[in-house]
Nanobody, 115 residues
């Protein structure tokens, strides 16, 4: 069974940067649509960025130009590089892997942007 483990969250000041990682068990990443989602307190989970098996990426308008999603299929890892962080980026960030056969979520990593 595929498992996803996120890491890299933490406390950062506004304007700072963080890099989130999502490590997958098994060689699923090369075939899966990978996404980073976030959920702030009292809000619905929303898609932040996604990347296809072929490397095509998409971003929510709120993070375009600030976040970059990438994947290293050899390491079975997906990254989310976050820059120019704002307090409104504060949320739990979740990794998702999706194919025709599976839809798997990690447990999340907390990002807090505060001075």
């Amino acid at each position: 069974q595929v498992q996803l483990v996120e890491s890299g969250g933490g406390l950062v000041q506004p304007g700072g940067s963080l890099r989130l990682s999502c490590a997958a068990s098994g060689s699923i990443l090369s075939r899966a649509l990978m996404g980073w989602y976030r959920q702030a307190p009292g809000k619905q989970r929303e898609l932040v960025a996604s990347i296809s098996g072929g490397g095509t990426s998409n971003y929510d308008d709120s993070v375009k130009g600030r976040f970059t999603i990438s994947r290293d299929n050899a390491k079975n890892t997906v990254y989310l590089q976050m820059s120019s962080l704002k307090p409104e980026d504060t949320a739990d960030y979740f990794c998702n892997a999706r194919t025709i056969a599976i839809n798997v979520w990690g447990k999340g990593t907390l990002v807090t942007v505060s001075s």
